[in-house]
């Protein structure tokens, strides 16, 4: 696994160290803003991870909130445990690795 990381690790580094030209980027009004393209892709990449957590966290809160309202007799199964069916477990393939 420590080699997955550090081989994913030196291929962002080589990308970085690859896209170090300076980039102007035109924003509204007459501004603008000149850094490097890796720095300009990585403010991108932030932006777009806050924004998604922004607009999702309001149904992350109400599926949270239904789920914790909910009575536990309506969670569990209308069977009681000595008469639930056991679920059946499906062998695994050992050449797959999973």
Known sequence: MWLLKAAIFFVLFAFAL?????VTLHLFFGASWQAPLVLVLLAALVLGVF???????PL?????????????AERADA???????TPTVEPTDPRHGI
């Open 60 to 72: 992350w809160l109400r599926a949270r909130k239904a789920a914790v309202a909910a009575p536990a």
């Open 79 to 85: 069977l009681p445990p000595s008469e639930a069916p």
């Open 51 to 57: 924004l998604g957590v922004a607009v999702m966290l």
């Open 18 to 22: 690859n896209n170090q030209a300076p």
